[in-house]
């Protein structure tokens, strides 16, 4: 569909549950001599007439209006496409989940309620930003979707938390550094956070006490009397929000940088080199792995016994009890090669999300590993003398990283693992199969051990 | 659906696509916790008492963290339990907690997500308090969730880049030196002996001498006492307190403040009305503290004596850092040697010396980072 037709197709709801363009004729036969018109720019030109026009509020105000909220329908729809297209396969969701939370408009000339197009009509001020984005931004922060998004792993900081969690001097740099504001911009800032922190922060820490709603909500008008007696609320309430918006896009250029110290990402393992020929001190190391191998099979079934005895006593005190579907998880993704989206329907979970938090595996192997180590030290005690040091613990560490985790990277990349496989094949599925032979005696249910 | 009759050829500019990046939403990640609302209600009770809402909010992210972190600890089949945290020790101030002979410093860092923490001074102590480990924590205070990020090992502090020490003593490192995931933190904890660490001398490599004026000319106190500044103290934009006034709420002069701490010391050190003294300005070395110096004469002896009174304290509405260090000292040896512990309740550190009028005095004082601030000597000579 071309963007001009977006001014009179409105988005709506259908009773399945999608978002269906729906044309509205009454805008499209008023809008159509205007189209005709070759106007150069005509697109902002039309955004500017039909807002002029609602904002004169006579005439044809309604129509005006109802042609605008046409178009902020589709900015909304847009979100919730994108949001379920970047994170619904890993985190469970269709944009289908989302639509009901947001398309409440059903076109009426004057709507019986007050639909979510028009409160982002509204709250619209043209000199500071345009209608798209700021449909997009209040979609982004509309209250029900983020609660949803929560619901499936998903955190979106409100603007208040944001501007609760900034100091005043983070606040100056970043528009030293970042924005490159003015001293006076940075000074009138630094004046308004601190006015904010001094109502809004103390009445948040009075307000949770006992109280279940955590999400922060926009600052009251008497808040904003009390942050800002010579203001007009409105304003006061733009100015945080623009504030909260320059460190919003701070955070995100941090996030987008480097978001968190270490990578999570997968290893590449065609890029990790064997240990034996990487090390500098080759000897030392093959000494090592020599004499750790005789110990490795019998103290790793121990360690994985005692982990998984362990996560079971945990997950067992859950309400509901969650011990049963963690052994069939682990038998499941270690020894059937289930893939985790495949795993939620059988776990009774929603998503792959709820897996992962289960299954926990990336924690399970450092803990198989850590209690591995000791036990591994002792045994082999005089080979391990060299790798005690932090610097060598680290090293000895990824290397049995390596050793533990290939079996398992590979089930979860079948078609990548024969590329994958390095040279040393006796220590690689030591892991998934040492599990796997501990795990038969954790399974409660005899169809998936007989499987 | 059916395309208009009518063909359009706008391209509608303002309407550009959502970016990825616009979605700054955090997804849930393996070593996130939500806490559940006792945790929660502890942190709230724990923050309550503090008055200045900066601080407040300050421990209040700092005692979710730390309910994040014994929840993140516990949620492992390790058993690793962290020593006593209760709610005096994050009350005043303290983010290092102890497992399994490990001192591990926990910075909370808020929705912001800034590229850059500050670790406090105390946990850069150059006792052996420093900790062995910084760990960082994501506190979404809005969703009670606290994400372990990862940590920050101590002999691995001035691998990123050579760090220069803030006015207080505490460092601001990059997120990026934070390289130890929270695996091999467990990792760490469990199988390394804390012995094996080094040590924090790589800690302070940016130790340096601050020199409030040149050090080659006395500062002469003799004229102090008839209301005026001597050149030298006059040179270093040292200003002459007014006469002492009784202490009133709220923020308060210098001259306040001083009367305030020599009421305090009235029992034990009694301090003329006749004593006089001016107070450099250290704020701009960019330190918020206030060094007060007073001096008065003695004439009970058979020689007439003279005596220096030095008090070093916080600006308003700040601390002084645990491991600040006042010393004073004549040709020969330091008479006076005074550390702020961190159980301290003392707010200041003072010192007091009495010599005849031929002797000088040399004061310094060291911050918790190992820079040290070297004072012109102090003589007594009242002759104009």
């Not at chain 1, 900081?157 to 030293?176: E, H, M, P």
């Not at chain 1, 709603?213 to 009397?225: G, I, K």
């Not at chain 2, 005596?307 to 700040?318: I, K, N, W, Y």
Request: proline share 7%; with cysteine.
């Amino acid at each position: 569909m071309d963007t001009a037709s977006q001014y009179w197709h409105l988005i709506r709801l259908t009773g399945a549950g999608d978002g269906h363009s729906h044309m509205v004729p009454q805008v499209k036969t008023w809008l159509q001599p205007w189209l005709a018109d070759d106007i150069k720019d005509a697109e902002t030109t039309l955004q500017q007439r039909l807002i002029t026009i609602w904002q004169a509020n006579h005439g044809q105000a309604d129509l005006a209006q109802l042609s605008l909220r046409c178009f902020i329908s589709h900015q909304i729809r847009d979100v919730c496409l994108q949001l379920a297209q970047r994170f619904g396969p890993t985190h469970g969701f269709s944009a289908r989940d989302l639509f009901p939370l947001v398309l409440d408009d059903d076109g009426q000339l004057q709507p019986n309620h007050r639909p979510f197009t028009l409160e982002i009509l509204d709250t619209y001020d043209p000199t500071q930003a345009n209608l798209g984005a700021w449909a997009r931004r209040l979609t982004q922060h509309h209250r029900d979707l983020n609660q949803a998004l929560l619901e499936q792993g998903l955190y979106r900081a409100s603007d208040w938390a944001i501007l609760n969690d900034t100091s005043v001097k983070q606040l100056q740099r970043i528009l030293q550094d970042y924005h490159h504001c003015s001293d006076h911009e940075i000074s009138r800032a630094s004046r308004l956070l601190q006015q904010y922190h001094q109502v809004y922060r103390r009445d948040r820490i009075r307000n949770r006490q006992g109280s279940a709603n955590t999400r922060c909500q926009p600052p009251s008008r008497e808040q904003l009397q009390r942050i800002e007696p010579a203001m007009a609320p409105r304003s006061l309430l733009h100015r945080l929000k623009t504030l909260a918006s320059q460190l919003r896009a701070y955070r995100i250029h941090v996030r987008s940088g480097h978001p968190i110290p270490y990578s999570d990402a997968a290893v590449d393992w065609t890029q990790v080199a064997d240990p034996r020929q990487s090390c500098p001190n080759d000897d030392d190391q093959a000494a090592f792995l020599a004499a750790y191998r005789q110990a490795l099979e019998q103290d790793l079934d121990a360690a994985i016994a005692d982990s998984i005895t362990t996560a079971i006593t945990q997950l067992r005190q859950r309400r509901p009890p969650k011990d049963d579907p963690y052994v069939e998880g682990l038998y499941l993704f270690h020894c059937q090669g289930m893939a985790m989206g495949q795993l939620a329907p059988r776990l009774g979970l929603s998503g792959q999300v709820q897996v992962n938090r289960l299954l926990q595996l990336k924690r399970l192997r450092a803990e198989v590993r850590h209690r591995l180590i000791p036990s591994l030290c002792q045994t082999v005690y005089q080979a391990a003398q060299p790798y005690v040091s932090a610097a060598q613990l680290q090293q000895l560490n990824q290397t049995l990283e390596q050793l533990l985790t290939q079996e398992v990277d590979q089930l979860l990349d079948e078609a990548r693992s024969e590329a994958q496989i390095p040279k040393d094949r006796t220590a690689q599925s030591l892991f998934a199969r040492r599990l796997c032979h501990v795990i038969h005696r954790f399974l409660s249910s005899p169809e998936t051990a007989l499987e | 659906m059916s395309r208009s009759s009518h063909t359009v050829t706008m391209m509608i500019s303002m309407s550009t696509p959502v970016s990825p990046q616009d979605f700054d939403i955090a997804p849930w990640r393996p070593n996130t916790v939500t806490l559940p609302e006792t945790a929660v209600q502890w942190a709230l009770q724990t923050c309550q008492p503090i008055p200045d809402p900066a601080q407040q909010w300050q421990i209040f992210l700092q005692a979710l963290a730390l309910q994040g972190f014994q929840q993140w600890l516990a949620a492992g089949t390790l058993e690793l339990p962290l020593s006593d945290a209760g709610q005096q020790q994050l009350e005043a101030g303290m983010t290092t907690y102890q497992v399994e002979g490990f001192r591990l410093c926990l910075v909370a860092q808020g929705s912001l997500s800034d590229d850059r923490v500050t670790l406090p001074a105390a946990s850069l102590a150059a006792t052996n308090a420093h900790a062995h480990f910084w760990v960082l924590l994501e506190v979404q205070e809005e969703v009670n969730q606290v994400t372990v990020l990862g940590s920050l090992r101590c002999d691995r502090i001035t691998a990123a880049q050579p760090l220069r020490p803030n006015a207080e003593g505490s460092y601001t490192v990059p997120i990026a030196a934070f390289d130890t995931a929270p695996e091999e933190l467990l990792l760490y904890l469990s199988c390394l002996d804390p012995a094996q660490l080094a040590a924090p001398s790589l800690v302070r490599p940016a130790a340096e001498d601050i020199h409030p004026g040149a050090t080659d000319r006395p500062i002469n106190v003799g004229r102090w006492l008839q209301d005026q500044l001597d050149a030298m103290a006059a040179s270093l934009a040292w200003t002459l307190l007014p006469p002492l006034v009784p202490t009133t709420a709220g923020l308060r002069s210098p001259s306040e403040t001083l009367t305030a701490m020599l009421e305090e010391l009235e029992p034990t050190l009694p301090v003329p009305e006749t004593a006089e003294g001016p107070t450099p300005d250290l704020q701009r070395f960019g330190l918020p503290f206030r060094l007060y110096a007073l001096t008065w004469t003695l004439f009970e002896s058979a020689t007439p004596e003279w005596s220096l009174l030095l008090l070093l304290g916080p600006v308003d509405g700040r601390q002084l850092p645990a491991g600040i260090r006042l010393m004073l000292q004549d040709q020969h040896t330091i008479l006076v040697d005074q550390t702020l512990s961190t159980d301290a309740d003392a707010t200041y550190l003072y010192g007091q010396v009495i010599g005849t009028w031929e002797e000088e005095f040399m004061a310094t004082v060291q911050l918790p980072s190992g820079s040290t601030l070297t004072f012109p000597p102090f003589v007594f000579n009242p002759a104009p």
